[in-house]
Every structure is written in C-alpha cells, then in structure tokens.
C-alpha cells in the first residue's frame, strides 16, 4: 500500500482553465463598465499578470503594487480610466469567483484519486474566498478546501 494518504491539488491551470476564466471575468467587468474588450486585452492581461507575479515570487513587487501595475497597464493600451484600482480589482476577483470552466479530465481524476482513498486538499495562491466559491460549485464531493 502507498505511503501517501494526501494529495494537494492546485487550481488553475489544473482543475480550471485560468485563461477561459479570466476571459470570462474581464468580458464581465468590461461590460459592467463600459469598457473596450478584446481578445487581445485578455492576452495581454494573462501575459502581465504572468510576468508580474514572477516580480512578486521573487520579493520583488508587493501584491498590490502587482495588482495596479497590471491594470495600469491595460487603462493605458486601452484608454480607459480607472477611478479606483483595488475596487476594479475586487469586482475582477468577484467575476473570476463566478468562472468555471473545468480542464478537461479534472473531474475523472479527482473521482479516482478519492476512489483509491487519498485525500485530497486544495493549495492555492490565490484568494480563499473566490476559490472556495469556484470549487464548492464544481466539486465539492472529491476535496477538502
């Protein structure tokens, strides 16, 4: 019998495609706000946020400074204006809570792992409250969150 009884499992990019998801977001936030949407914005966005968060991993660049260096970024590529960054991002993170688009497979291997009686928790770096929102709805029955 193996000696593993835990497994941890990230999200996105595993069980959700980010990309699909943070799509969905922007065009939500986009529309709420009037702004210019575009395949490309969300190229641009995912290829930022990337880029940014390597800054952040490596201590170079806090959450926030990030957070508004991405949509800084955007408001000028796209010439829209922002009244308030952190609240635009906030209403972003909301959206990205309502996203679900599975990677495909996710469900089939969470139901074997669970059959085969591991247990299984979510790690994540990202914000609780809107990954327990995602997963509760998807799938709740196979981890612990």
């Not at 990030?66 to 922002?82: A, D, G």
Request: proline share 1%.
């Amino acid at each position: 019998m193996s000696k593993i009884k835990y497994i941890l499992v990230d999200v996105d990019d595993t069980l959700l495609d980010f990309y699909k998801c943070c799509h969905t977001a922007l065009e939500n936030l986009f529309a709420e706000r009037g702004y210019p949407f575009s395949e490309e914005l969300v190229k641009d966005y995912t290829e930022w946020g990337n880029e940014l968060w390597k800054i952040h991993e490596r201590g170079e660049a806090t959450w926030r400074e990030v957070c508004e260096k991405r949509w800084v970024r955007l408001s000028e590529k796209y010439s829209f204006f922002i009244p308030n960054i952190l609240e635009l991002d906030d209403r972003f993170r909301f959206y990205l809570g309502e996203a679900h688009h599975k990677i495909e497979g996710a469900d089939e291997v969470l139901s074997y792992l669970h059959q085969k009686g591991y247990k299984l928790y979510v790690a994540s770096n990202s914000t609780e409250i809107y990954q327990k929102k995602r997963l509760n709805q998807l799938f709740v029955t196979f981890i612990t969150i």
